[in-house]
């Protein structure tokens, strides 16, 4: 069984650039959460996606971050204009999302975006 | 908002020896989870917590919850080599919209270093 999966594992940007970062679920499971680790912090929240549909964004920036899980294909990630401080690890979460239930989320590997 | 605190966030063992990681959180919730990540790599799930009073062992390793208190304990046992890592708890929130299905606040970690 394939677990979550995360490509790439690393990215390096320049300022102003573009970064798209992807995301494959567990197969099966429909609820997809991005967070962010910066250098020797935990992880915070940025978004929880089920299919088609933004849940909760709480955690994003109001601008240059988007995040989407279309019908068909991996859940992504987009930082638009790059700057340094977007540099961290990226981690993409799934879970099957069972109501009242426990949420137990199963991370991949995450993306660790460099920009320069 | 939430609040997850974790110490210590340094932990320095020499094999064999006992020690407790502690796990603050500021407001209900009966769901807590542990993971351990190693450098660069993703987290792994330990132990997930359910209710109040809830204990589970894996190992060297015991986790409990008191929910009454906002705490939850990792235990370490007889530590080995093999221990060493970044632990972090996580608590279950309740997204914004009120969905059926939960955002993890995290600890920023314990570091633990068992040293021979």
């Known amino acids: 069984n394939a677990g979550v999966m995360q490509n790439p594992r690393h990215l390096v940007r320049r300022r102003g650039q573009e970064a798209r970062l992807r995301c494959s679920p567990v197969k099966g499971h429909s609820h997809v959460y991005w967070y962010r680790q910066l250098p020797e912090e935990g992880l915070k929240f940025m978004v929880y996606l089920q299919k088609e549909n933004i849940i909760d964004e709480s955690g994003m920036p109001k601008e240059r971050f988007s995040a989407e899980f279309p019908k068909e294909g991996p859940s992504i990630l987009r930082i638009q204009q790059v700057v340094r401080g977007d540099s961290a690890a990226y981690f993409c979460a799934s879970s099957l999302g069972l109501f009242r239930s426990y949420n137990e989320q199963f991370f991949g590997p995450g993306t660790r975006l460099t920009v320069l | 908002e939430l609040k997850v605190e974790q110490n210590p966030l340094f932990l320095s063992m020499q094999e064999g020896k006992n020690y407790t990681i502690y796990c603050n959180y500021s407001t209900t919730s009966d769901r807590l989870y542990w993971y351990r990540q190693d450098p660069g790599k993703s987290l792994e799930s330990l132990f997930v917590?359910?209710?109040?009073?809830a204990v589970k062992q894996e190992g060297r390793l015991m986790a409990s919850l008191d929910t009454k208190a906002r705490l939850s304990t990792l235990h370490i046992t007889a530590a080995v080599h093999d221990l060493s890592a970044t632990y972090f708890c996580?608590?279950?929130?309740?997204?914004?919209?009120?969905?059926?299905?939960?955002?993890?606040?995290f600890g920023k970690g314990t570091l633990l270093t068992v040293n021979p």
């Open positions: 917590l359910l209710s109040n009073g």
């Open positions: 996580a608590v279950d929130s309740p997204s914004n919209s009120g969905g059926s299905n939960y955002k993890l606040t």
